[in-house]
């Protein structure tokens, strides 16, 4: 690993065209997502999807065979109204059809909208309504939750429902398998994404074909995926992380990916990671963080089989990445991005530089990050802030404003992200919280993430969830709920120990006052602790 390039060299030689020139497509001239993603790789009878179905099924489809369905699918739309611009919606498991739907949209000039299949009836109407999609293509388990969504655009079912829907799979078999992919520019629309935050409702945002240049750039310096890896992000493509790079990501490279149709189970991961040899791993932290709570017997057989591994979604505990280090042994590296963003902050497998535990890492090349105030103006070093992009010096940002709001919501020249963070002396910059998350206590800012990195590091605790509640004395006082291990109890002398265990961790302003034992913590369908509803209990 001693090869990879040096990050600072690296990030100032870093050019954005040569880069862009990677793709077959120009982003003036034209381009079309399938080609990127697919029709260029054709020719190699590479394996670009290993797919893993819910019932033990398992099934490996090339470029080539994802070519021809695309074009099935494509053709199948046209045929139903759907013009270059408009949007499709898909409401699919982890499916080989998820995969075929995808490019066979952006292969008509379309732009992909993904419902994630455990959201509810009133999640999926509302996005709906946001992206007047002319085309929904879903299966028979997700079919009901349609039934009562008022202006139902076309829907397609892998199965004939009965309810006037039309046979995607046998209609799309019934279909050419050519068609010639429809040229867009770069600023037009491959992706109608919405917002994942923790409170509100989401809001939409058109997502440029440009992007696609930012998200190799993650494959390739963050990932670091080979092309001798066996490349695993488990995060569902109902999700950004998941369609940016599960699908979008891996397959721009020409590289496989995989689904895994199931649930996720320790047991399960760790079986397919065998069975397929996976090298390259990445997921959210809540999965690293029951991976680390089944014990180091239970990975045993993953020892030196993943290279390298990635976390993204929520700031990632030093004592996982320890963990990993030492059970596993493969570095578990943090990188944080947003939905409107994509990755802006990494540590980087494939560039060198130094990893503070703790830190999400370096701006991404192609993107300039400060800390600032609300008002635009950068914070001194290790001041708390929040994270922004400079966007006049940022070429890979793509993100052009919500849905009705394009051009709109910037502070000067930075886009504020709305987390807070705190840059080191390294340069590297470690997450504080949401900044509504963040706890004010006696003239103290404590960030929830460093109180609940503390609490990990006790053998009895899977998780914690630190929120700021009401003090007549400080303003507020830290508050946590946490999990323990099957068969702990919580009592009053295991909640003292947590409460001192921080204590010596942080100091004394930081420490839980008071600690509650749950079950489970609130969290959003894609992992992330919903610290608002904790504060309403």
Not at 18 to 43: K, P
Not at 400 to 423: K, P, R
Not at 508 to 525: D, G, Y
């Amino acid at each position: 690993m001693m090869d990879r390039p040096e990050y600072n060299g690296f990030y100032k030689a870093f050019d954005v065209n040569a880069f862009a020139g990677t793709l077959q497509g120009d982003l003036e001239g034209g381009l079309n997502a399938c080609v990127e993603c697919c029709d260029r790789h054709v020719g190699r009878n590479a394996v670009a999807l290993n797919w893993k179905g819910a019932s033990g099924q398992s099934a490996a489809y090339t470029f080539e065979y994802l070519q021809s369905q695309s074009a099935k699918v494509a053709n199948l739309l046209v045929a139903h109204g759907v013009q270059p611009g408009d949007r499709v919606s898909g409401l699919l498991p982890r499916i080989p059809d998820l995969v075929s739907l995808i490019l066979g949209v952006w292969r008509a000039g379309a732009v992909y909208q993904p419902l994630f299949t455990a959201f509810g009836p009133k999640a999926i109407e509302h996005r709906l309504t946001t992206s007047r999609a002319k085309v929904v293509v879903t299966d028979p388990a997700n079919r009901p939750k349609l039934d009562d969504i008022a202006n139902l655009p076309i829907v397609m079912c892998t199965e004939s429902g009965g309810k006037g829907d039309i046979d995607f799979t046998a209609e799309v078999a019934a279909q050419s398998d050519s068609f010639a992919p429809v040229m867009r520019k770069g600023a037009d629309a491959f992706l109608l994404m919405s917002t994942s935050g923790t409170t509100g409702l989401p809001k939409g945002m058109n997502i440029p074909l440009r992007a696609l240049v930012g998200m190799a750039g993650y494959m390739k310096l963050a990932l670091d995926v080979q092309p001798d890896d066996v490349f695993w992000n488990i995060a569902d493509p109902g999700w950004a992380y998941g369609l940016y790079y599960a699908i979008t990501g891996p397959l721009l490279l020409g590289h496989q990916t995989t689904f895994n149709e199931g649930p996720f189970t320790v047991e399960s991961t760790a079986a397919l990671v065998r069975e397929l040899g996976i090298t390259n791993f990445a997921g959210a932290p809540t999965a690293y963080r029951m991976i680390m709570a089944e014990g180091p017997d239970a990975v045993k057989p993953l020892t030196g089989k993943i290279r390298v591994a990635s976390s993204a979604g929520e700031p990632l505990n030093p004592e996982v990445m320890r963990w990993f280090k030492q059970h596993i042994g493969c570095d578990l590296f943090d990188q944080y991005g947003q939905t409107e963003t994509g990755m802006v902050l990494a540590n980087h497998h494939g560039l060198r530089h130094d990893v503070l535990p703790g830190s999400a890492g370096f701006q991404m090349p192609g993107f300039t990050l400060e800390v600032v105030n609300e008002a635009g103006e950068p914070v001194p070093q290790g001041t708390q802030g929040i994270l922004a992009v400079h966007r006049p010096t940022s070429p890979l940002f793509f993100f052009g404003g919500y849905l009705g709001a394009e051009g709109q919501g910037w502070v000067g020249d930075y886009y504020l992200t709305g987390d807070t963070v705190e840059q080191n002396e390294n340069g590297s910059i470690s997450f504080v919280g949401r900044s509504d998350d963040v706890i004010s206590s006696a003239g103290y800012r404590i960030g929830p993430f460093d109180v609940e990195s503390s609490l990990l590091e006790h053998d009895k605790v899977v998780e914690s969830a630190v929120i700021g509640t009401p003090d007549t004395e400080r303003g507020e006082i830290v508050k946590a709920f946490v999990v323990l291990k099957s068969g702990v109890q919580g009592d009053e002398a295991l909640a003292e120990e947590l409460k001192q265990l921080v204590r010596n961790r942080l100091g004394k302003h930081a420490f839980p006052r008071e600690i509650v034992f749950v079950e489970s913590l609130p969290k959003t369908p894609s992992g992330k602790i919903q610290r608002f509803i904790l504060r309403k209990e």
